[in-house]
């Protein structure tokens, strides 16, 4: 069996990962063609790390040499990567979905090139029962975000509106809006309500609601949807990623499973 040439972009936290799986547990069945970071030390240090010593590559030459690119980079990189891989024909999977809303032409390109795009469920859960759901009709999607006050230290909406999170006493609704605006308020959200939005019925109409309390200790994502087929709500309460607080530690799981399902002949969900 042919192996997988698989190109990881992004050698932080959820590439890190992904490269130690690949190298250990799915080396069978893949094999990693190359890593690229901008942050060379970053790419040195997991090289080190894995036993197949891939070699560090320039992000074109990369996609070149993979059957599949992984972007675990940024959300200002992930289109253009999107762009590049269809450009060479490669299949694409993207974690910094939250940099492909306004790029949805992609999708159309990707398609009529044979180019499969896979974007992980990332930090929230339901995203399968929304598939099935918007095969009929969805009328109304929504994300309740809620975060401790220090995971939204630095949003442009705390610093534009002047909040003062260090006085909030109970709990405080911050933001209620359409997802389009709450992506470019507090772009740290930006990946679940993009792929809420991208799965559903898209930014302008899906709601986001961000609430914060000092008693907070987790990230939690609450996704509610109605439709044709009823009601669904979903509630994950993440903890962070053992290296990066950032990043909800289910983030890095769904990026495995996803690599995986990839690679397996049973696709399981919608
Ligand atoms: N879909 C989701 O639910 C979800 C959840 C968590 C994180 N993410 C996104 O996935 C991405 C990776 O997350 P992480 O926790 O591994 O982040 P991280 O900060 O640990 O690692 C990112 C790495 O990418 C590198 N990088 C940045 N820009 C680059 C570029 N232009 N080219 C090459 N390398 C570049 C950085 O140097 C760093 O090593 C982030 O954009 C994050 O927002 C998505």
Redesign the pocket.
Same mark, same amino acid.
Request: glycine content about 12%.
């Given at each position: 069996m042919n192996k997988l040439k698989i190109g990881i972009?992004?050698?932080? @936290?959820?590439?890190? /990962?992904l490269a130690k799986v690949i190298d250990k547990e799915l080396k069978d069945r893949a094999r990693i063609a190359g890593l690229?970071?901008? *942050?060379k030390e /970053?790419?040195e240090r997991l090289r080190r790390r894995l036993k197949s010593k891939p070699a560090s590559l320039e992000?074109l030459d990369l996609i070149k040499k993979s059957n599949l690119a992984i972007? !675990? !980079?940024? !959300?200002?990189? #992930?289109a253009?990567i999107l762009k590049n891989a269809i450009n060479a024909k490669k299949d694409v999977m993207l974690?910094? @979905?939250?940099?492909l809303l306004g790029h949805e032409r992609l999708f159309e390109l990707a398609q009529k090139r044979g180019i499969k795009v896979y974007?992980?469920?990332?930090?929230?859960g339901g995203v399968d029962a929304i598939k099935a759901a918007s095969q009929a009709k969805i009328r109304s999607a929504r994300l309740i975000t809620r975060k401790p006050p220090r995971g939204l230290e630095g949003a442009p909406y705390i610093i534009k509106k002047k909040i003062n999170l260090k006085k909030i006493k109970g709990e405080k609704i911050l933001f209620d809006g359409p997802a389009a605006e709450a992506v470019k308020a507090f772009p740290?959200n930006? $990946? %679940?309500s993009?792929?809420l939005s991208l799965t559903g019925i898209g930014a302008n109409k899906t709601r986001v609601t961000i609430i914060t309390s000092p008693s907070y200790k987790r990230n939690s994502h609450q996704v509610e949807v109605c439709g044709d087929f009823g009601k669904l709500i979903t509630k994950t309460e993440n903890v962070p990623?053992p *290296? $990066?607080l /950032?990043? #909800?530690y289910?983030? %890095?799981l769904? !990026?495995i499973a996803t690599l995986k399902q990839i690679l397996s002949p049973v696709k399981m969900g919608t």
């Open positions: 972009i992004g050698c932080g @936290v959820i590439g890190s /990962k690229c970071d901008i *942050d /970053k790419l992000l972007e !675990a !980079a940024s !959300a200002k990189v #992930s253009h974690m910094s @979905v939250g940099g974007l992980p469920s990332g930090a929230i740290k930006i $990946n %679940v993009a792929l990623a *290296d $990066n /950032k990043t #909800s289910l983030a %890095v769904s !990026a």
